[in-house]
């Protein structure tokens, strides 16, 4: 099964000489008070558009996308992964695609690889916190030889209810291209059979280090959960796949891939105006990289305020 869509295979681009080296960065590090927060690419995966808003006018979604500049029959969406140091743990937030060869997606999968270039031993991981069980997100834990280097008390957070829902999942209300939802159920099996016994279930709310709690959602899936890093004066939330690139201008847009999509426009909602309220950082799953900023309000919907790079 190929999942490959029609958009182009390669950008990497090397002025002077030929190079392996990466151009393009592909992580961001910033401070939330005394905690160590890393974003780190996993690369990028072509979606259909109609992916981003399946209940909105094709006329009204066309000019979205022309007014982004983005193509109109599909796009790269944005891949991102966390690394957070707090005290003697290290947490991975997410895990990325992997580099499942049947999916035909290359060019994301990039994180196991980046993490190593970011000098993060996959067994100095302490804990990883998982906002939901869809393959780009737990993908990267299934790449050949990745398990073998995990700690053996490696400690896996999911909700409760995510690991329950994959074991009997309900696509009714997603809209997702072929071969995807096949796709997803393999995966989730498959992670579940091979990392059942590192698995810390939560119901609704779990500290995994100081200053670092998730907190169930659902929405996106019954189980999705988000992840506020606080400490001091300073907070962040990876937010996962409760917001999208189009979320801010049009937060009750269905997103193709959202199990009970009208759930995940409330949860979306709800987030986005805490955030605005706040000023606290939000990083997200498929926001581009490095999808670090800050959410304004902007009417009856939101506007997305990226922070200005700090070298
Ligand atoms: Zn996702």
New binding site residues.
Partial sequence: MSLQLNVPADNSFHPGRPGTGELVPSRYALKIGEIDVMVVSDGVLPLPTKMLGHNADPTVRARWMANQFLPSDAFDWP?NAVVVRSGEQIILLDAGLGLDPDLNLPRAGQLIKRLEAADIDLTSVTDLVLTHL?M??IGGLLVEGVKEKLRPDLRIHVASAEAKFWEDPDFTYTKMPEGFPDALRATAKRFLSEYRSHLRLFDDEQQVAPGVVARRTGGHTPGHCVIRIASGSDALTFA??AVFAVGFDQPDWHNG?EHDPEEAARVRINLLRTLSESGELLVA??LPFPSVGRVAAAGDAFRWVPVFWDY
């Fill in positions: 891949l869809h780009d997100h996962g796949d891939f799953t498929h």
